[in-house]
């Protein structure tokens, strides 16, 4: 996944500025795919630069709004399709290969920091959720599909690290 293909597909709905882009990773992508105000108008100057983007409209002060090009929506659908092996990384579980160097007391506090921060992120999961004006458009569908995903996960960690921790020493 990357930033490009993140803004490629928040394109398909409607033309957007870089601020209103900006917002949307904030309010929904966030959780999936962060990205800072520089990452993001960057990106922006390259998709344009590769013709998968372009500026439809300026407005004062310099906003731009950006509209995707068919070489836009060619480069998101054969991404979205393309077949690729997925490598997982997970710098959850490298340390849990590596706690047996820490004492018991500080690998429960690891586990019980696991379940604290799942527990957040299920907070902020529901507060997108009651917040979000779900429509019946493709991004609220999805949307709503990964949102789903997110409690999930949340519950199967939390889950998984009160099972943990009876498993310490």
Known sequence: MSLRHAVLGLLVEHPASGYDLMRQFEQSLANVWP????????????????????????????????AITDAGRAELHRWLLEERPRRRRDDLLLRVFFL????????????ERGVKQMDE????????????????N????????????????????????????????
């Open 138 to 169: 493709d991004l609220s569908v999805y949307g709503r599909i990964a949102l789903e995903w997110g409690m999930r996960y949340a519950a199967m960690h939390r889950e998984w690290a009160h099972w943990a921790k009876t498993q310490l020493p």
């Open 35 to 66: 990205a800072t105000q520089s990452q993001l108008y960057g990106e922006l100057a390259k998709l344009a630069a590769d013709e998968q983007v372009t500026v439809n409209a300026e407005g004062p002060r310099g906003r731009k709004e950006y």
């Open 100 to 111: 047996g160097t820490v004492t018991p007391e500080e690998a429960r506090g690891f586990m």
């Open 121 to 136: 992120l299920e907070e902020q999961l529901r507060t997108v959720e009651q917040n979000t004006d779900w429509g019946d």
